[in-house]
């Protein structure tokens, strides 16, 4: 059997290319799909808590009217807006590393930390308050009020839900504190910085949970006729 | 297809519409709507959850078909356990 010439052809290397992606193109297209995919995972994790706030809300209506009576309209509000600027800098963060601008980024990331330190400080402050005044389920839970046993179901989704979120939002500080220092170093290019795109993917995911806890917590049942 | 780059001055401006929305809902809230408190307070979240995955999650400008798969399919399986769970509920008469 003759043998035949085979043109073995070599990938060139491009910088920050793994070599089973064809381009850095391919690349970033797989990495922010996969970054969905996790996301996804999380609307899942999150989406049975905010099912079970809606049936026990159903069945238990004035005990989540009482419930909500109980929040801190102020601290959810503040909380809201500390959550959308952070938003705003991490969206121009992530721009910031599209167009290559290092020291930009890492300042925007390093306020985006802020923002998200500032509302843990804030959810930290609240959760002290809910603390003493024996809010928390538990053997030692007490409320002042109608509906007791139905308004520690109302806490028990509150703390699992905030809990959760905050948790979130304490692992994105971390995460964006060694993407700055990753960025300081000079690691990511325009043409190669999925990991600042996906970590604002999670950020900004983590800002949508809140968005629809804000209302759900502390907005829906004050001033309501059946109160 | 090369990665869009939006500009600053929209970033800018979803902002200040979030924040808009934000003082909207929080100053609607403070007013009886009865049963359309909820409703509404949800329909502004809605608002907001979409501006902020359209523009600062770029899922406007998302080429990759797969992507946009993953991410339907995402929303599309919340629709299912909300709706139909909620149906549930609400058509039982014994709960």
Redesign the interface.
């Known amino acids: 059997m003759a043998e035949r010439e085979v043109e073995i052809v070599l990938p060139h290397h491009v910088e920050g290319l793994q070599h089973h992606f064809a381009d850095l193109?391919q690349q970033?297209?797989a990495s922010?799909?996969g970054m969905?995919?996790f996301?996804?995972t999380e609307?899942?994790f999150f989406?049975?808590m905010?099912?079970a706030y809606?049936?026990y809300r159903?069945?238990y209506y004035q005990a989540w009217v009482v419930g909500s009576e109980a929040m801190d309209?102020w601290f959810g509000?503040v909380n809201?807006?500390i959550l959308?600027?952070s938003?705003?800098t991490?969206?121009?963060a992530v721009?910031a590393s599209?167009?290559g601008h290092r020291r930009a980024l890492v300042i925007l990331l390093i306020v985006t930390m802020i923002f998200g330190i500032g509302f843990m400080t804030v959810k930290g402050v609240e959760y002290h308050g809910h603390w003493l005044k024996h809010e928390f389920p538990g053997p030692s839970f007490h409320f002042e009020g109608p509906y007791e046993q139905q308004v520690e179901i109302f806490f028990s989704l509150y703390w699992a839900m905030t809990g959760f979120h905050t948790l979130h939002v304490l692992i994105g500080i971390i995460i964006i504190g060694f993407v700055a220092y990753f960025g300081w170093r000079g690691d990511y290019t325009p043409a190669n910085h999925n990991t600042v795109e996906n970590v604002?993917?999670y950020w900004?995911?983590v800002?949508?949970v809140w968005?629809?806890l804000?209302?759900?917590l502390?907005?829906?049942?004050?001033?309501?006729?059946f109160k | 297809m090369?990665?869009h780059?939006?500009s600053?001055k929209l970033?800018?401006t979803?902002?200040a519409i979030?924040?808009c929305f934000?003082v909207i809902?929080?100053a609607v809230?403070?007013?009886?709507l009865?049963q359309f408190?909820?409703v509404v307070?949800?329909i502004?979240?809605t608002i907001?959850?979409m501006l902020?995955?359209l523009?600062?999650?770029h899922v406007k400008y998302?080429?990759?078909k797969?992507?946009l798969i993953?991410?339907i399919?995402?929303?599309f399986?919340?629709l299912i356990?909300?709706v139909l769970?909620?149906t549930d509920?609400?058509s039982r008469a014994w709960?």
């Open positions: 193109e970033r297209e922010t799909m969905w995919v996301l996804i609307v899942m989406g049975g905010f099912l809606l049936v159903r069945m309209f509000t809201t807006v959308i600027c938003s705003l991490m969206a121009l721009r599209q167009l604002g993917l900004h995911f800002d949508t968005i629809y804000y209302p759900l502390y907005l829906i049942s004050h001033s309501h006729p | 090369a990665e780059i939006s600053k970033y800018i979803i902002w979030l924040i934000t809902t929080a809230s403070r007013v009886d009865g408190s909820g307070a949800l502004i979240a907001k959850a902020v995955v523009f600062f999650m998302i080429s990759e797969m992507t993953v991410i399919a995402g929303v399986w919340l356990l909300m769970s909620m509920y609400a709960t």
